[in-house]
C-alpha cells in the first residue's frame, strides 16, 4: 500500500475507533509515530501545543498537520477527511437507530459502558502529554545523567502557571497560553 493511502488508513481507524474527542486520539497518534516514524515524539508534543491553542479540534488539527507535513496541501486535506469520515457515518447511523431505540437497556447499557472507556482513552492521553512535556526519557538514556531526565524549563513554567491558575482562577486560558507562548519564545524551549 502506498503512503498517501497507508496514511489516509490510518487516521481513518483513529477516527473509528478514538471515542472521546481529540485527546483520545494521542494514544492512536503514539502509535503511528512508533509504527511509521512520520513525525518523532517530540513533533507530535509540538502538535498537542499548536493544536491546544488554535481554533477546532485537536484530533482533527493534528490530522490536518501530519498530511500536510507529508503531502501538502491535499495531504492535509485528506487526513482530515480520513479522521472525520468515521464519525460522520456512525453518526448518521446512530441517528437513525437511536430515535428508535432510545429508550433500549442495551442502548442505555451501551452509553454507560462507553463513558469509562472515553476517561480512560483522555486520561491516557493526559498522562502521556505531560510525560513528553516534562521529561526527557531519549536524552536520559544518552547521557544517563538524571538532570538530563527532566525538561526543567517546561516545570519552571508549568508550576508558575499552574500557581498562578490556582491564586487566579477566573483568568482565561487565552492569557495563560499567551504566556506559555512568549515563554517558549524567549526562554528557547
Avoid at 496541501?73 to 428508535?100: H, K, M
Avoid at 544517563?144 to 491564586?167: C, H, Q, T
Wanted: glycine share 8%; with cysteine; net charge positive.
Amino acid at each position: 500500500m502506498n503512503t498517501f493511502l497507508l496514511m489516509c488508513w490510518e487516521f481513518f481507524k483513529t477516527g473509528l475507533f478514538a471515542v472521546g474527542g481529540g485527546l483520545a486520539t494521542v494514544p492512536f497518534l503514539e502509535e503511528i509515530s512508533a509504527k511509521y516514524g512520520w513525525f518523532s515524539l517530540s513533533d507530535l508534543t509540538t502538535m498537542i501545543a499548536v493544536s491546544e491553542s488554535t481554533p477546532g479540534p485537536i484530533g482533527i488539527n493534528m490530522a490536518t498537520y501530519v498530511g500536510n507535513h507529508m503531502f501538502g496541501v491535499w495531504g492535509g486535506v485528506a487526513a482530515t477527511l480520513s479522521l472525520v469520515a468515521p464519525s460522520i457515518i456512525v453518526i448518521c447511523i446512530i441517528a437513525r437507530i437511536l430515535v428508535q431505540f432510545q429508550n433500549s437497556k442495551v442502548v442505555k447499557g451501551i452509553f454507560n459502558g462507553l463513558r469509562p472507556a472515553v476517561v480512560g482513552f483522555i486520561l491516557s492521553a493526559v498522562i502521556s502529554i505531560y510525560l513528553m512535556s516534562l521529561f526527557n526519557v531519549d536524552a536520559f538514556k544518552v547521557s544517563g545523567s538524571v538532570a538530563d531526565l527532566f525538561r526543567w524549563k517546561g516545570i519552571v513554567l508549568f508550576a508558575a502557571l499552574f500557581a498562578f491558575y490556582k491564586w487566579k482562577p477566573n483568568v482565561h486560558p487565552i492569557i495563560l497560553i499567551c504566556i506559555a507562548a512568549v515563554a517558549g519564545i524567549i526562554f528557547s524551549f
